[in-house]
């Protein structure tokens, strides 16, 4: 169950119609793969014998940089009014209700349908570790191997994000209900557990510090310790009320609290980023630190828009997640980048077609600890995705690039290639035969 997607060993040729190749779109290209890697990329190649055959555009696979696999059973079930503190309620009692095996096969089923959007890496952010009653499984990280599990049978990639949760509120309060589930009790017990982790080809550990809620500043610093060597991801400025309980208890924002713990730089990735001063976007631009924008989940939990346009200019890199899972399709999560500057400023061309596509591939790839995927070049980790470009929402192009980006959905996508190993073909997942049905029955079983 845990063998992970793997190459062709004996090596494959694909032909592209359309291909997405230094920054642009190429027409006619031979893709060449053997034992995981891309071997060559030829332009303007006929179709060589054999080969299969890409007919659309074929990108490089998609990272999703930040997900929370169980809020896929909140969908259609938590969209009545409020805001993100009542739709947290629900999402405890969800929490509290998962054991590894339900665990196991609502994330198996929502990693498929990842896969099916062109997904082909995934960073959980994952912070459900303990049973209801906070004390441990015989084995401390039984959930997180339902996770790993869960990605390696559904053929795509995992950064395991092992979460620190130790105070419910910046006060410092306990950690009460479900939230129990979540703590380790203390940073040493936390990195032990993270220590007993295991080693798996399609597997990067990481670690993150859920937020300056859950984790007290002046244990930042050992976090960082911890983190030495592995991506760290953070959410940060989710909230208004978060940023002012910050102000209270430590007189300085979060991204300050996070700046003079040594948090911030390029391994460390910031989640949402929603409710920033000029000086936070300053000081994540200068330490270079990666911003992961979830636009779906933020408008749906009414967060805000995140400054996209002055984080990028300040020097951060920019990447995607579809945290609670609202919908998942990263063309919806790249183009809504652009489209809420628009709606901020009131005026088009925030950032380039380009831009959205390293932005949905090789800029996740990277914050996940995975620098050598998102790119279809020679040496790279053979990750394609090939999208239709004569359906209703495709038909008409001009520019093949443009017309997926700013109109393609999940839906359009034909092929999904993952480290050489074919997961998808024809809009059906190779290894979960009904996907749709999968996920039915998994959310099903944890709500009853």
Known sequence: MLSGPGGLGGGQSYHAEYAWVDRKVVRDVRIDVADGRITAVVPGSPPPPGATRLAGLTLPGFA?????AFHRALRGRASGPGTFWSWRERMYALAGRLDPDQYYTLARATYAEMALAGVTCVGEFHYLHHPPDGASYDDPNEMAHSLLAAAADAGIRITLLDTLYLTSTVDGGELVGPQRRFGDGSVGAWA???????????????VAAH???????????????????????VHLSEQPAENAACLARYGRTPTQVLAEAGALGPTTT????????????????????????????????????GPARPLADAGCALCLGSD??????????????????????????????????????????????????????????????????????????????????????????TDVVVDGRPIVHNGQ????????????????AVWS
């Open 64 to 68: 999703n940089a930040h997900s929370h």
């Open 192 to 206: 032990d557990r993270v220590a007993q982790l295991p080693v798996r080809p399609h597997l990067r550990v990481g």
């Open 211 to 233: 937020s300056v809620r859950a984790v007290p500043a002046h244990l930042l610093p050992e976090v960082v310790t911890v983190a030495a060597g592995r991506p760290l991801h």
């Open 270 to 305: 910031a989640v949402h980023a929603t409710h920033l001063a000029d000086e936070d976007i300053a000081l994540l631009g200068q330490a270079r630190t990666t911003v992961c924008l979830c636009p779906t989940t933020e408008r749906d939990l009414g967060d805000g828009i």
């Open 324 to 413: 609670s899972h609202a919908v998942i399709d990263p063309f919806e999560e790249a183009r809504a980048m652009e489209l809420n500057e628009r709606l901020r400023s009131q005026q088009r061309g925030h950032f380039a077609v380009a831009d959205l596509v390293e932005t949905a591939t090789r800029h996740g790839h990277a914050a996940l600890g995975w620098p050598d995927a998102g790119s279809i070049a020679v040496g790279a980790r053979a990750d394609l995705v090939t999208v239709r470009l004569d359906t209703v929402r495709t038909a008409g192009y001009d520019d093949p690039a443009a017309a997926v980006i700013f109109a393609a959905t999940a839906a359009d996508v």
């Open 429 to 444: 997942h190779k290894l979960i035969e009904d996907a749709p049905r999968a996920l039915a029955s998994a959310i099903e």
